[in-house]
Every structure is written in C-alpha cells, then in structure tokens.
C-alpha cells in the first residue's frame, strides 16, 4: 500500500468537504477520481501531499505521515502534482522548469540535472521544446512540460489535479496519451478528472465523490456500466449525454 | 528650549492662522478648478478629437513632466516679465496648480470613462440614444463611482503641493511659519507641527478614501 | 538669447540633480526593501513601524519633510549640509512608495507559483529566491522606475533650500538674464530631456535584461507616454491602488 488515506475530515469555515474518507491506493493502480464540482475530490489530492491540512484522520504516504506537521514536506520526495491550472514558471524556460528542482532540492549537478530533465521533456515528447518559455507553448505542450517537471524528480506517486480541463478540446489528447503512457510504465497515479473517456479505459479503480465522502468506488467496467450508487447514475446520465 | 518653542508658536498663532486659512483657500479653489481643468482634458481625451488629442498630449507631457516648482516660477515671474499686475502670487499659484493637477486628473477621469464597457455605449446606440445622451445618461453616471477614490487621491496630493508656493513667495502655513521662526521660535517644532497638521488632514481622509475604493471594488470587481 | 551663455550653470545644476537624485533613490531602495518586509512580517510590531513610516510620509509634504531635515535639525542641533539633508529627505520619502511599490509585487506573484514550487520540494527561501523574487521585479520594474522620476522632478525643491541643481541653476540665471520666459521654459525641457532619456535606458534595459520579461499578470512593454513608462495593459503593481497614486507628491 503506497497511499493509505484513513477516515479524513476538512473542513473550510462553515462547510465540510471531505466528510470521513479512506482510500488505499497499490504501487502502479491508476485511480480515477470523478464527481461534481465542489464535491471534495481536489481537495482529497491537495491532502494527500499536504498542501491542505486535515481536521481529523490519518494520510500515510510511501512511508511518511503527511497528516503529521512536522513530517509533511518530506512527501514531496515521492508525490509529484499536476495543476488544472499548469503553475510553469513564467521566467524560467522548459527546461530550466524542470531542472530548477533537481538542483535546488536534490542538489544535483547542473550536468546530471540537464540530462534527467531533458530525458523526462523527451518522455513526454517536447525535447525540442526545452529552450522556450512557457507562454511560447500550447496550453497542450505547458501542461506536457509541467508533467515532465514532477517527473524529473522520479516520484513514486503522481497527483493530476484536473489535468485536461484548462485545456482547448484539440489539446487534451496529446496530454491524456501522456498520461496514458505513465500508466502503461506502472506508476502510481491519483487522477480527478472529467474526461470519462481516460477514466474509463485508462484507470484501475474508479472512486464517485459526492458530497464529501466516496459514493461508490470499483473497476472502471463496474462504475461505469453497471452504477449501483442512484446519484452516479444521474452523475453519468448529465456528463456522458455531451 | 521646549518652552520657548511653544511660547513663540502660540505668539505668532495669527500668523499661522493666516496661513492655514490662505492654504485652505488656494486649494479650495484649486481643487475646483483643477477637477474643471482635469473633467474637460480627460473627456476630450476619450472622445479622441484629432487635433485636440494632438495638443493636449503635448500638455500632459509639459505638465507631468517637469516639476510643479518650475511652472509655478513660470507663471508667476513670467507674469511679472509680461508686466501682467493683476497676476498675483494667488493667482500665480492657483493657474499653476490647475494646470499640474488638472493634467493628473485628467488622466484619472479618461481611465474612468474608459473602464465603462463599450458594450454600454453599443447598446445605447442601438435604443436610437444620441451621443449627448448617451454621454449624460449611461457613461457619465457609472464613472462617476469609480472616479472618486482616485480623485480624492489626487485632492490629497493637490492639498500637499500647495506648500509649494511658498516657495514663490505665496504667504501660506508654511511660508507663515517662516515667519515665526525668524522670530525665534525653533524651526524643527514648527515644521513638525505643519507636517501634523496635513497629516491630522489628510490621514482620515485617505482612509476614507480606502474604504471608498474597497466598498466600489466590492460592488463592481474594478475600479478605473 | 543671452541666457544660453550660461549654459554651464544648466549644465551643472542638471548634474546635480541626476545624482543626487540617484543617490537619494538608492537610499529609498533600501528603506523600501526594509519596510516593505517589516508590513508582511508576522511581528505586530514591526508591521505597525512600518505603516507608521509609509503613512507619516505619504501623508505630510515632501517640502515640509526636506525643511525638517535641514532646518529642523540645525535647530536642535544637527547641523547637515543642504545637499546631504536634502538627499536624506529625499530618500526618506521615496521610501514610503518604493515600500509599497515592493510591498504589491511581492504579493502579486500568485499562490499556485508558491504551491508548485512546495509539490516539487523547495523550501521556503529556495521559492523566495528562485520563484517569487525573479517575477516581483519584472513587475515591480516599471512602478519604481516611474518613481525614480517623480524623484527627479521632486529634487526641485532643494532649490528652496539652496542647492544648486536644475531649478536653483535656472533661477540663478533668470537673475541674470532677467529673460524669464526662455530661461524657464528651457529648464523645463531640460526636465522633459532628462526624464525621457531614464525612461528610454529603462525600457532599453528592461528589454535585454528580462527574459521573457513576463510576470504572470504583466508584460512589459513601454511607451514613452508622458515620459513615464506605461505597460500596455495600464497595470503596474503598486501603482494602481488609488491610495499609492493618491500618494503621489508635488514633483
């Protein structure tokens, strides 16, 4: 068990999010995490590597206690995040994205730096891109970068935060194939996303959020063809009828 | 020396009174004119007339590129060298600050203007309003909230730069605090006196104009 | 045209001014970079002192703070050259906005730039450095540099207390010359020379020393517009609040 989320609870003010959930997740399970907007899912990934903090319950990640202040940042040695929103850094090119980690955090030489973040930009198939600046990039190819930026830092986990939705249709493809081909090569991810399609044919395990705690969770086949959970099923209807 | 300081204060009170009251005056009026000055310059600006928005380009660039202490000069001996008499350091003072602040102000009433979305002048258009109308009725009253925090910012700065007439000799607070200081009461005090008495002014004022600008952000995302 | 005999004196005074104005920036660059952490620290106290500075000197004439300096202090006993004193002040007062200008560019780096920064494992000063420090200068960049010239058309005033820059140099030969009109009106080119000529090195700087030159809201782009630097959307941080700009001083 790499990701083991026990009984969380989050509020924000007045409003409970994340009413009581667990999850285990398997070393190289592809989990995908669907459900209506606002009802707790990035909020659940945002947890898992501590950039939320959590009322109550437990998150132990590859080892370490992330619900435990003191031990928190260390998950980031093995969680890497995608952002809905990117989050490149503006001043910095592709490359320099990706190799500003590697050197700052795992003191890498600039040399050995180089070569791993020019061997993940070629995973996802921008090494030609390596010298432009994020906003001289599709929406497609900063999002390409930005994957191939936590996965210099080899994570053992990787979080998509509704990778594709920021993106104009005709680009969310290059980025789902990335996605895809991460999941072939058997790494962990935690994916919340509203393209049915990846979570359909991609994901091990597919988990409904609504309202807070999970409604029903099991293989992508089951979830998806035969729904027990009513509010999936009228989940379902709405999304899968565009 | 404390003692005395106060002493000489309190004997040149009407000295000091004079000049706050003179200081008063010249922004008052200028602060009239200016807003006068700055409403025509920023409204002509927006309307983009050719040769006008040629001509006051150039004023802009005159008066938001050199200091006010100069133009004061300018005006005031200029005046004096065209033997124009009736020109006084007030008056001096007073077109000089116009135009300096009317200039700033302009800009502040042309980005007002601006932040109205032109799909309201689009739609007024298509109800057959005419361009005066549409001007009075639809532009000018949702400008007129979003112009006032800046406006009473540039109100703040205007009553900061009248002190620079005294400098031509215009017998206002600090000019008059001058005065008392040559009859011996100590400089540091009664400079710092002047300084608080603009901050007891404008202090309050600027929160309110905080607030202002808080309360319109609230209620319309942006403020010119 | 007699007056341009003295020549030398424009001349003169037009240095004076560009670098005691200089001078007195740097100090404000300082003062600004101190203040503008002590308003974000987390000590009450240190964000009191801070907004007690910002609000003293924006609120009180820059005039009446130059006179403090000189004469003020003479008066109790410190006696500083005008030029020192006037730098000070000054220096003193640029302060106050640089503080603010800094103080809304540090802040204007989003969020998520500080939260990828966390999921990829630097730490705190890592992101200050390599993050938020290189996007608040882009952005801070042409707000300071337009207070650089405000600075400028504000050393002015040491003329008033008997230094001879620009506006004391061109009084001392409309004394002479009695040709008023010119002599003033070529001070005021002068002026418009001088703030043009720092506005066009910094868009030239700027341009080769900000690769890509974007921060996440701005670009940077000048216009000589009104010889202050204008970026294309109108926003600059720290320029936009009405109270900063309110704050602005006779110059």
Redesign the interface.
Known sequence: MIVQVTDVRKRFGDNEVLKGVSVEVEKGEVIAVIGASGSGKSTLLRTI?G?ETIDSGQIVVNGVPVHDPKSA?LV??H???V?Q?F?????LTALENAT??LR??KKLSKADATERAMSALTSVGLAEKAGS?P??LSGGQQQRV?IA??LA?QPQVMLFDEATSALDPELVGEVTKVMRELAAAGMTMLVVTHEMGFARETADRVLFFDGGVIGEQGSAEQVFTSPSNPRLQQFLRRVLEH | MNGNAWEAIWAGRELLWNGLLATLALSAVTIITSTVVGFLVGFARYSRIPVLDVVLRVYLELFRGTPLLIQLMFVYFGAAYLRLDWVSVFIASAIAITLYQGAYISEVFRAGFASVPPGQREAARTLGLSRFHTNKDVVFPQTTLVVLPPLFGQYLTLIKNTVLASVIGFSDIVRQGQAIIERGANSFVVYLVIAALFFAFNYPLSLLAGALERRIIRKRGVVA | MNFLNYIELFISGAWVTLWTSTVAFALGLVLGVLVALARRSRLLILRTIGSIYVEVLWNTPVLVQIFIFYFGLASIGIRLPAIVAGIIALGVNAGAYLAEIIRAGLGSVPRSQLEAARTLGLAPAQTFFNVVLPQAIRTVFPPIVNRFIDLILASSLLSAIAVNELTGAARRVNAATYETLAVFAFAMLFYLVLTNLVSLAASVFARYAFKPAIAAPVWFRFRLRGSRLVDQTGLSAGAKSPRAQSKGDSR
């Open positions: 590597n950039l940042h980031h040695q969680v890497g995040m952002f929103q989050n490149l850094f503006p001043h500003l980690a700052k955090v600046y906003q001289q930005a930026r936590a830092l």
